[in-house]
């Protein structure tokens, strides 16, 4: 009998659980943020900083940047996120999708810069390469060596085969997985860098787009380049390790881990706060966060959390962020994009 | 002799050869598993030890209503805008009259975690009086002094600190101002992005809201399925046909539910994302198959006998379930049911789809506030680049162990206790 009255009542209350949310959206008091791992760190500090101040503390997920638009994008409505995070600029046809949706109008905020760099142990010997020297040490198909224009499989072992001045070690490279942004960001910033600097593969770019793509971003696949995952604190673990590996993350990791790695200096720049901010440090690229604009006013706080990240204490040059890796905006574009975050301009989709 | 001695003797010592062999192999094996056991326990109690540990700086903190920008401790917003941190900033540079420059002042600054700011405040809340005073106070480090302090000698050369900063934490490590306290923040608190402020309490409670949904619906249509399925289900193709499945779907990858849950309970039903209850409905999805083979299982090993007495007696097909077959078996399908949730405590995978891996700082206050479950939040620390979350990480991991432990020995101890032999 006992258990009888115990199972009716569980029963009930489960019921009772499912019955009392609505089959529709409910109304929502925190600030849901979606998008890239690469701005997650970035995101979650604002976030935090935001919440201490008497706000609900927005929720951040870490979905990648294109899982984070396509949620985003979904429609407008408590049940889609307000917020996304991406670690290169929204593709046309996500804009597309965004608009097709309901989603109407969207604001673009550019929050700052962030470098990828190839670092080794501190124990290691610290280098200096090229991109030419990355593109030879790292694509699938490379120049054959004798100078002729034709490609060959990646005939290269160590540093010294591709570049004399290189120590005489094998090539090692510890790098993140095809589905993660830093990887789209270093093929095509670092290897197809390297591959526009002959000529006739340049040439190639003309004539047939995806052919120059395939032969310009892709990377070797007889185990030199070695898929470490998506969790680059693995890969400073393992360079530690390994003094004679090298290792492909962002700047905020070597940031933190100083005293462990060191970054090799690329086209003779080495990656530092000043270097990657200027644009002279070659494989950087630009954080973005979006904005809705529907669910402004609707969910309470998404002003206040655009204006803690876009104030000076946050992403400035001496701003909090910037203690965490973040590569702070030129003076003058920070201040255009604080007025442009704030005063929520809708894009046109011209810009993209 | 006869023939067969013969043939026995021959063969006799290799026959105890096998079995010697078969024996070590036994040993061997246990041996690895233990040996892995241990691997897996130093490291993780080497690395997370001391993260149950923080240390603390001493300061003297004047609460100037100047500096903190605070005329009425008693008016909230004048409270929450304060500027803590200037006070703090006055306090160290009383200690340390002859750091000059912008560069130094800053580095100097660093020394204190930001979450002493907050820790002033509520000071200050509680005693609206201190407003004025002065008193010393210990106040939380940031996590680079902490992890320098904790570091040996040799160890401190690769400290992220300056080579000033280095200076001034030694020089009030010798002078005592410095203190190691329990990491008290790591269970009151939830995940924060400065690892000496983070804590899992808001993971603690998200995994205890999501595996209460879990138990108060997997456990009750579990058994309801065992006993029709046991009792009074007829053989047929068709009821076969469904073991089969149940069968398999104990099989299922998790990661399955978890997009099953993204497409039906988020998608079709409306409910939000990140909530302990979605959580809880997708691991119902995964635990419910366990929670029937195991009562199945309970079920059979309670002997016919009792039933034809009870029917013999003159009770119903109900009567005797519930009165006899049931409590009989009941210890069993407890078992079935804390074994089931032990997994789902532990599980990642379907979560994911469902965005509970996600950043969240405020602790949840019932099954409907967006929260994150312990495994997601050791996987979201183990990925952070702060150093000092390595330990948090394996701290968080001793913690889980700890409720897995836990919970298999609750199972056991209740198998012990209730099981009947007959």
């Not at chain 1, 990240?309 to 920070?334: C, H, M, N, V």
Request: aromatic share 8%; proline share 5%.
């Amino acid at each position: 009998m006992n258990f009888k009255m115990k199972a009716t009542l569980a029963g009930a209350a489960a019921a009772l659980a499912m019955a009392s949310v609505p089959g529709t959206a409910m109304a929502r008091d925190t600030i849901s943020i979606v998008g890239s791992s690469t701005v997650y760190p970035f995101a979650t500090v604002v976030a935090e900083r935001f919440g201490r101040t008497g706000n609900a503390t927005p929720k951040i997920e870490s979905t990648g940047s294109g899982g984070g638009m396509k949620l985003f994008c979904q429609g407008v409505g408590t049940q889609h996120p307000d917020i996304t995070n991406a670690s290169r600029r929204m593709k046309k046809s996500e804009f597309e999708l965004c608009q097709s949706n309901g989603v109407k109008d969207i604001t673009e905020v550019k929050v700052g810069y962030d470098g990828i760099v190839i670092a080794n142990s501190v124990k290691g010997e610290h280098i200096d390469l090229s991109l030419r020297d990355i593109f030879l040490a790292l694509a699938k198909d490379v120049p054959n060596p004798d100078g002729s224009e034709e490609l060959v499989a990646n005939p290269y072992k160590t540093w010294k085969d591709v570049n004399p001045a290189l120590p005489n070690t094998e090539i090692e490279v510890l790098g993140p997985p095809p589905t993660s942004g830093t990887r789209d960001a270093f093929n095509e910033l670092a290897i197809e860098g390297g591959c526009k600097t002959f000529p006739w593969l340049k040439a190639i770019k003309s004539e047939d787009k995806s052919k120059y793509k395939a032969i310009c971003r892709s990377v070797r696949e007889d185990g030199v380049y070695v898929e470490a995952g998506e969790n680059d604190n693995l890969i400073v673990q393992k360079l530690e390790k390994n003094p004679a590996a090298y290792g492909v993350f962002g700047y905020s990791f070597l940031d933190q881990n100083r005293g462990v790695v060191q970054a090799a200096n690329v086209d003779g720049v080495e990656p530092t706060f000043e270097a990657i901010g200027s644009g002279d440090y070659p494989v950087s690229r630009s954080l973005f966060f979006y904005v809705k604009k529907a669910h402004v006013g609707v969910v309470p706080g998404i002003e206040g959390y655009v204006k803690e990240f876009t104030s000076e204490k946050a992403w400035g040059d001496q701003g909090y962020l910037g203690e965490k890796g973040l590569i702070p905006l030129g003076d003058d574009l920070r201040k255009s994009m604080a007025k442009q975050a704030r005063s929520l301009k809708s894009m046109t989709g011209e810009e993209l | 002799m006869s023939e067969t001695t013969e043939k026995v003797r021959k063969t006799l010592a290799r026959r105890y050869r096998a079995e010697k062999r078969f024996k070590a192999f036994g040993i061997g094996s246990i041996g690895i598993g233990l040996m892995a056991l241990v691997l897996l326990f130093t490291d993780i109690i080497g690395k997370g030890h001391s993260a149950f540990f923080e240390y603390e700086v001493q300061l003297p903190i004047t609460f100037d209503a100047e500096v903190l920008d605070v005329s009425d401790p008693r008016d909230e917003d004048e409270l929450n805008y304060g500027n803590y941190q200037g006070v703090i900033r006055d306090a160290l540079a009383e200690r340390f009259p002859t750091v000059e420059g912008r560069q130094d002042t800053r580095a100097l600054n660093q020394l204190v975690s930001t979450g002493a700011g907050y820790a002033l405040r509520d000071m200050l809340r509680e005693d609206p009086s201190l407003l004025g005073e002065t008193r010393t106070l210990w106040l939380l480090a940031d996590d680079d002094v902490d992890l320098f302090l904790k570091a040996s000698e040799k160890q401190r050369e690769d400290s992220r600190l300056n080579t000033k900063q280095q200076q001034w934490v030694a020089e009030l490590e010798a002078s005592g101002e410095t203190r190691m306290v329990f990491n008290q923040s790591l269970f009151s608190y939830g995940d924060s992005r400065e690892p000496e402020q983070a804590g899992i309490l808001g993971a603690i409670l998200g995994s205890l809201f999501t595996m209460i949904v879990t138990l108060v619906l997997s456990f009750p249509v579990g058994v309801a399925a065992a006993i029709y399925l046991e009792e009074f289900a007829p053989k047929n193709k068709f009821t076969d046909f469904i073991e089969v499945n149940i069968n398999n779907l104990a099989a299922v990858p998790s990661i399955i539910f978890g997009l099953l849950g993204l497409a039906v309970i988020i998608g079709l039903f409306g409910l939000p994302r990140s909530v302990p209850l979605v959580g809880g409905i997708v691991l119902t999805l995964m635990t419910l198959p366990t929670i029937i083979i195991s009562s199945r299982a309970a079920i059979k090993a309670v002997p016919p006998s009792i039933r034809q007495a009870a029917m013999g007696l003159g009770a119903s097909k109900m009567q005797v379930v519930l009165h006899h077959v049931l409590p009989l078996a009941l210890p069993g399908m407890l078992t079935g049911a804390i074994i089931g949730m032990a997994q789902a405590l532990g599980e990642t995978a379907p979560l994911l789809m469902i965005g509970m891996v996600a950043f969240i700082v405020d602790l949840p206050a019932g099954p409907l506030d967006a929260a994150t479950v312990l495994p997601v939040q050791i996987y979201l620390w183990a990925d952070s680049p702060e150093q000092s979350f390595e330990a948090l990480a394996s701290a968080a991991i001793m913690v889980l162990l700890a409720f897995l432990i836990t919970m298999n020995t609750l199972a056991v101890v209740l198998r012990k206790r209730l099981e009947r032999r007959w």
